[in-house]
Structure formats: structure tokens, C-alpha cells
């Protein structure tokens, strides 16, 4: 029903800057929340930020605030995070979520996420 396609990403030193996109394709669900994810080796995925497709309200990790920034564009039904002074510790492959209904509640969750993209890697280098 959905296809998410992550794209950009790439290898960056510390301090510089990196961009991931994530194109939808298939059923349009109005009321849709789009989030990124990442997951570092033997780690869980962790939740970075998500966005209300319909208000565009925005949410951040506690390790991503204030150097990240999300933002969606609902005529091309794309996602953009755009990362600034990013750290080593941002390394990692992230991956585009969409579930179907907005709940600020659960947004946090990887598991309440409908659909997910393959993922993409983020590496930033010493």
C-alpha cells in the first residue's frame, strides 16, 4: 500500500552538515505521522523526530533537539531531516517510518509504525 524511499545521507565529518529525504508513494493517509528512526550496530532503533502530516507539528529526540530539523512536503508527500553540527554518535543507518493515524501519544514508539524504507547510512567521522 505504501513504499517509503530513503535517500541522501552519506559520510560528513564532525561539526558539518547532512540531509536524508524520504519519498512515499501508494495510499495517502490524511491524518499520517512521518518519523525517522536510526539504529546503530547492536543497538535498538532509536526514535529522532517526527511530523504530523496534517498540522505539521514536529517532534525531537532528547539527542537530536535543536540540531535537527524535520519538515515534510504534503503535495510531493516527501520528508526531509536536515542534521547540523552532527557528532559521532549520530552515526548510524536511518530509516523513514509512516503510520497511518497521528498519535502524539505513541509517536516516540518504532513499533506502532505502520510502514518502514530500507534505510540509509550516516556516518560522521572524527
Known amino acids: 500500500q505504501v513504499q517509503l524511499v530513503e535517500s541522501g545521507g552519506g559520510s560528513v565529518q564532525v561539526g558539518g552538515s547532512l540531509s536524508v529525504s524520504c519519498a512515499a508513494s501508494?495510499?495517502?493517509?490524511?491524518?499520517?505521522?512521518m518519523a525517522w528512526f536510526r539504529q546503530r550496530p547492536g543497538k535498538e532503533r532509536e526514535f529522532v523526530a517526527a511530523?504530523?502530516?496534517?498540522?505539521?507539528?514536529?517532534y525531537y529526540g532528547d539527542s537530536v533537539k535543536g540540531r535537527f530539523t524535520i519538515s515534510r512536503d504534503t503535495a510531493k508527500n516527501t520528508m526531509l531531516l536536515q542534521m547540523n553540527n552532527l557528532k559521532p554518535e549520530d552515526t548510524a543507518v536511518y530509516f523513514c517510518?509512516?503510520?497511518?493515524?497521528?498519535?502524539?501519544?505513541?509517536?516516540?514508539?518504532?513499533?506502532?509504525?505502520?510502514?518502514w524504507g530500507q534505510g540509509i547510512q550516516v556516518t560522521v567521522s572524527p
Open positions: 517510518a509512516l503510520k497511518r493515524s497521528f498519535s502524539q501519544h505513541t509517536i516516540k514508539l518504532a513499533k506502532v509504525f505502520n510502514y
Open positions: 501508494g495510499r495517502v493517509f490524511p491524518h499520517s505521522a
Open positions: 511530523i504530523y502530516r496534517n498540522q505539521g507539528a514536529e
